[in-house]
């Protein structure tokens, strides 16, 4: 079935540094519809980023990740880390029938200055 | 203001009892879902939704039913609550496209 990696737990860096957070998806369906969520603490998760579209860039909140359907990844990209990034972010693929979601076990960014 | 609510916010439950969890959305849309949350599990989906009277199962629905009564309303059910569903529980709307779920503020359950 309709799988999602993420493989980093935990990363802490230093702010200023860039970010990335890997994602790798499994899916059986060419169509695939990907998604970063964010979830801060004492909030509730929300939308970061999503794409459909094989190669294209797509960019929110200085947060970007590019879909790539041959080598089925997703990862999100910051050039600088700053302190309010600091939250938990989940990768999600829309499954291929119906509306459902398959996420990541999530990675949880800590900025330290 | 807030589009999908839950309640409680946090509840403290004895292993066997029963514990009702609730969610409203005023966002108007079909599909609603729970999911719990736990450390090195991430969100992993109990039951979903998406039409008023009919529930439909999830990845995780072991141990859990749900009610959809209307379109706005969706409970989880624990009939006999346990140690393992110690966890954080989120409700979510989409629309039937399902291109963004929107959460609620989840609740805190401990099983004791």
């Known amino acids: 079935g309709d799988s999602v990696t993420q493989k980093e737990g935990l990363v802490t860096l230093t702010e200023g540094l860039p970010v990335m957070l890997n994602c790798t998806y499994q899916t059986i369906y060419s169509n695939a519809f990907l998604f970063w969520y964010v979830h801060y603490l004492n909030e509730s998760p929300r939308l970061l980023l999503k794409s459909s579209t094989d190669n294209k860039r797509t960019e929110h909140q200085g947060f970007h990740a590019t879909l790539h359907k041959s080598s089925s990844s997703f990862h999100l990209q910051k050039s600088s880390a700053q302190l309010s990034d600091s939250a938990l972010y989940y990768c999600?693929?829309?499954?291929?029938?119906?509306?459902?979601?398959?996420f990541g076990k999530g990675a949880k960014l800590t900025v330290s200055p | 203001e807030a589009a999908v609510t839950q309640s409680p916010r946090s509840k403290v439950a004895v292993t066997g009892g029963k514990v009702t969890l609730s969610c409203h959305q005023t966002n108007n849309h079909d599909y609603m879902y729970w999911y719990r949350q736990d450390t090195g599990h991430g969100l992993r989906l109990i039951h979903y939704s998406y039409v008023a009277d009919s529930t439909e199962k999830g990845d995780i629905p072991d141990g859990y039913k749900a009610s959809r009564p209307s379109q706005e309303n969706f409970s989880l059910i624990l009939e006999l609550a346990s140690l393992s569903q110690t966890a954080v529980y989120f409700c979510a709307s989409s629309d039937a496209g399902g291109d963004e779920q929107y959460f609620g503020p989840g609740t805190r359950l401990t099983v004791l």
């Open positions: 999600a693929l829309l499954q291929g029938t119906g509306s459902k979601l398959s």
